[in-house]
Nanobody, 117 residues
Framework: QVQLVESGGGLVQPGGSLNLSCVAS????????MNWFRQAPGKERELVAT????????QFANSVWGRFTISRNNAKNTVYLQMSSLKPEDTAVYLC??????????WGQGTQVTVSS
């Protein structure tokens, strides 16, 4: 059974930082591209950051470029999202996604991030 479990969300003031983690089980983690998405109420799901299976390459949405970092530890089956200089518009549920295109696509339940003073 595949499981992706996110943690690290919470309430933070504007300008603050949060570090999210996603632990995967039931998959060969090092074979998967890992993504962080987010979804705010009334908005479409947005791809925030991507890291390739080896960790050699990363990509970010324009909205978070320079503020967020994605990394992974294949020995721990874990992907991380380090978020800094947070803004109220970063408020959303953040979801971890494991993808081995085109056949395998798995999602976590998400963790809430709220940026507010």
């Amino acid at each position: 059974q595949v499981q992706l479990v996110e943690s690290g969300g919470g309430l933070v003031q504007p300008g603050g930082s949060l570090n999210l983690s996603c632990v995967a089980s039931g998959i060969d983690f090092s074979d998967y591209t890992m993504n962080w998405f987010r979804q705010a109420p009334g908005k479409e799901r947005e791809l925030v950051a991507t890291i390739t299976s080896s960790g050699a390459s990363t990509q970010f949405a324009n909205s978070v470029w320079g503020r967020f970092t994605i990394s992974r530890n294949n020995a721990k089956n874990t992907v991380y999202l380090q978020m800094s200089s947070l803004k109220p518009e970063d408020t959303a549920v953040y979801l971890c996604n494991a993808r081995n295109w085109p056949d395998y696509d798995y999602w976590g339940q998400g963790t809430q991030v709220t940026v507010s003073s």
